[in-house]
T-cell receptor
């Protein structure tokens, strides 16, 4: 799976949009971009994923650049409960183990 | 809806003792099941995955083993724990290999 690069930490004011960037310049054509988050002492929580098109669900929006070398996760109205480590992952959809490889992630701190 | 349960939430064991961590999934059939370990301050490491009853694949050599005695039950075991086995153990499931993985709340294992 391709490597991803994320800033180690970010702050966001409560109620404002949180934009979390991710670089994946070596992504290949059949790799999807996934986002998970992990709140302290809990298991990772799936947020969203996409291949080429922008995606939106009840939790967030995912914006993928046209060349697919980077993406941005957007939390439209961040709350204090969104404080967590956010992981950007790229992976192939195949049957061989289909593991998730988490890097360091971005520690998002939402402040009142 | 689907749910995943892991227990116990925390465990303190002496070196050399056996281990059994259990994970069950509800609300789905024939899921893919995964065991991960997360060391403090580090990303996830895939330990085992299973695509069906009795089918276990190991990703890293170690003194741990896994079993899937029933469709929605996944067990992580060890005959003799080492100090290096300390960590946060996470069970996850997915409908298929090309679907997102969903995690339990984890077991925090401390070896003394």
């Amino acid at each position: 799976d391709a490597k991803t690069t994320q800033p180690p930490s970010m702050d966001c004011a409560e109620g404002r949009a949180a934009n979390l960037p991710c670089n994946h310049s070596t992504i290949s054509g059949n790799e999807y971009v996934y986002w998970y988050r992990q709140i302290h002492s809990q298991g990772p929580q799936y947020i969203i994923h996409g291949l080429k098109n922008n995606e939106t669900n009840e939790m967030a929006s995912l914006i993928i650049t046209e060349d697919r070398k980077s993406s941005t996760l957007i939390l439209p109205h961040a709350t204090l409960r969104d404080t967590a480590v956010y992981y950007c992952i790229v992976r192939v959809h195949n049957n061989a183990g289909n593991m998730l490889t988490f890097g360091g992630g971005t520690r998002l701190m939402v402040k009142p | 809806s689907q749910t995943i349960h892991q227990w116990p939430a925390t465990l303190v064991q002496p070196v050399g003792s056996p281990l059994s961590l259990e994970c069950t999934v509800e609300g789905t059939s024939n899921p893919n099941l995964y065991w991960y370990r997360q060391a403090a301050g580090r990303g996830l490491q895939l330990l085992f995955y299973s695509v069906g009853i009795g089918q276990i694949s190991s990703e890293v050599p170690q003194n741990l083993s896994a079993s899937r005695p029933q469709d929605r039950q996944f067990i992580l075991s060890s005959k003799k724990l080492l100090l290096s086995d300390s960590g946060f153990y996470l069970c996850a499931w997915s409908e298929q290999a090309n679907q997102p993985q969903h995690f339990g709340d984890g077991t925090r294992l401390s070896i003394l």
